[in-house]
C-alpha cells in the first residue's frame, strides 16, 4: 500500500504566480507522486503483489478557487493520473485511488485560518461547518488500503463537509 501524501501550495492570482512557484507546485504535487507510485509499483509488479496505490488529491481538484490556480492545475493532474494509473494497473491486481480532502487544519495550512476572512470564507463552503482534522480521513484511507474496496479503481472518494455538493 502506497500513501502518497506530499504536496505544497503557493496560493496566489495567476497573474502573479512565476515559474518558480509554478515548478516548485507541480514537481512536488504531480512529478514526485508520479515518480513515487512508479517506483511502488515496480516493486509490487516485481514481487507479484497486488496494492493499494492511495493518492492524497484535493476539493481542488474536483473545483477551482481563487488564488489557487496551481494548486488546482495539480491537483486536477492527480485525478487524471490517478484514472490512468488504475487503466495501466488492473490487470496486475494494483488499485489506485484519490481522497479528495476539504481544507484540512496542519502545520502548513493553520497560518491561513489566523486570516479571519479567508477562514470565514472557507467555513461559508463547507457544509458541515468546520475545518477538518487529519483524523478526518483515517477511514477514508483504511477503507482504501483494505480489502473492503477491492472493487474500486480510478475513483476519488471527496471528503470535503460538502463543499463541492454545491
Known sequence: MLLNNACTNRPKP????????FDAVLDLNVKSAFFVAQACVKRLMATGTQGSLIHMGSQMGH??????SLY????????GMNKAFALDLAAHGIRSNTIAPT??????TKP???????KARVLSKIKLGRIGQPEDLMGAVLFLASDASAMMTGTSLVVDGGWTAE
Do not use: H, Q, Y
Not at 112 to 118: C, I, L, P
Open 103 to 108: 481544507f484540512i487544519e496542519t502545520p502548513l
Open 112 to 118: 491561513f485560518f489566523e486570516d479571519e476572512a479567508f
Open 14 to 21: 495567476m497573474w502573479e504566480a512565476s515559474e518558480d512557484d
Open 63 to 68: 473545483v477551482g478557487g481563487p488564488n489557487r
Open 72 to 79: 488546482c492545475a495539480s491537483k486536477w493532474a492527480m485525478e
